[in-house]
């Protein structure tokens, strides 16, 4: 089992609709959650950190997280062309910061 | 405030050379993380430096090593080079703070190292 999990996607909407990205991992000790996103021959640039259980909101973005069930998403309200790029999921256990192999989304005009 | 910085952007090298990287953190930030990115294996950790003193450590061989000067810039430098060395390293930069917690992380533009 890969310590950070997402779905590669593509993951297509149309614009306007919801983007619902998912992450899911392995060790219970993860204390901090982090979502990037990453364009296309860009580095990846932080968008949302979430540390503990529910929602956090921050303009058209939500992070979610549950802790027992070891899952943290991210919600992307009024999906807009300019949100197409690849998502990554980082997560903090002890000492180190993992990440995922990214969802990549694709929002349609 | 300036962002994390980068040099060189591209680097093209032969196996068997060794290299050396060089990043410099937001003015302020202790902590400087270094990434390999790759198509196949995503973005994996190097290590991290923190009041130079390498504080963490990621699963690459030993020919991957680094260090932290006073002004918490860091240098990553790998020896031997083979060809799957050929990547994106990015380098991070971000407060510091506790040792098992990591603060948000800002990313440099990355270089792009090609292995002949």
């Known amino acids: 089992q890969k310590e950070v999990e997402q779905n590669s996607g593509p993951l297509s909407v149309p614009e306007g609709a919801i983007a619902s990205l998912n992450c899911t991992y392995s060790?219970?000790?993860?204390?901090?959650f982090f979502w990037y996103r990453q364009y296309s021959g860009k580095s990846p640039e932080l968008i949302m950190f979430i540390y503990s259980n529910g929602d956090k909101e921050d303009g058209r973005f939500t992070a979610q997280l549950n802790k027992a069930s070891q899952y943290v998403s991210l919600l992307i309200r009024d999906s807009q062309p300019s949100d197409s790029a690849t998502y990554l999921c980082?997560?903090?256990?002890?000492?180190?910061?993992?990440f995922g192999q990214g969802t990549e989304l694709s929002v349609k005009p | 405030k300036a962002g994390v910085t980068q040099t060189p952007r591209y680097l093209i090298k032969t196996r068997g050379q060794q290299v050396t990287l060089s990043c410099s953190p937001i003015?302020?930030?202790?902590?400087v993380s270094w990434y390999q990115q790759t198509p196949g294996q995503g973005l994996q950790f190097l290590f991290e430096?923190?009041?130079?003193?390498?504080?963490n450590k990621g699963n690459f061989p030993g020919r991957f090593s680094g260090r932290q000067f006073s002004n918490s810039r860091s240098e990553m430098n790998v020896s031997t080079l083979e060809l799957g060395d050929s990547a994106l390293y990015l380098c991070?930069?971000?407060?510091?703070?506790?040792?098992?917690?990591?603060?948000?992380?800002?990313f440099g533009p990355g270089t792009r190292l090609t292995v002949l």
């Open positions: 991070a930069s971000s407060l510091g703070g506790s040792l098992s917690s990591y603060n948000e992380q800002f």
């Open positions: 430096y923190f009041s130079e003193t390498q504080r």
């Open positions: 003015s302020g930030h202790r902590s």
């Open positions: 980082a997560v903090n256990p002890p000492g180190k910061l993992i």
């Open positions: 060790d219970r000790g993860s204390q901090s």
